[in-house]
């Protein structure tokens, strides 16, 4: 499975974003799909997950009510909806695909990486 993250951009805070992951290569049906982000000098962080064939959908708490993530199964994309920005939103956001998800918050399960995309937000 190849990704391709897209979307990422200079944003003031309280604005919004979306970001794309294009995959290909294989049928993600039974595949999860994650977002994680990195910021400067910090951990990878789980930010949002959905289960390609039943859609349902998984938060990390910090982002819950500001973000969405959801799939276009026709396009083979995954998309997070970033809302309300914060100058701690900042970070290189990736994401990831899962073969066989147990427990999609935990990037050591994810088996296909896409490269990142940058948001950046400014006070």
């Known amino acids: 499975v190849q990704l391709q993250a897209s979307g990422g951009g200079l944003v003031q805070a309280g604005g919004s974003l979306r970001l794309s992951c294009a995959a290909s290569?294989?049928?993600?049906?039974?595949?999860?799909m994650g977002w994680f982000r990195q910021a400067p000098g910090k951990e990878r962080e789980f930010v949002a997950a959905?289960?390609?064939?039943?859609?349902?959908?998984y938060y990390a708490d910090s982002v819950k009510g500001r973000f969405t993530i959801s799939r276009d199964n026709a396009k083979n994309t995954v998309y997070l909806q970033v809302n309300s920005l914060k100058p701690e939103d900042t970070a290189v956001y990736y994401c990831?695909?899962?073969?066989?998800?147990?427990?999609?918050?935990?990037?050591?399960?994810?088996?296909?990486w896409g490269q990142g995309t940058l948001v950046t937000v400014s006070s």
């Open positions: 959905i289960y390609w064939s039943a859609g349902s959908t």
């Open positions: 290569g294989r049928t993600l049906s039974r595949y999860a």
């Open positions: 990831a695909a899962d073969s066989d998800p147990v427990a999609p918050i935990y990037s050591n399960g994810y088996d296909y």
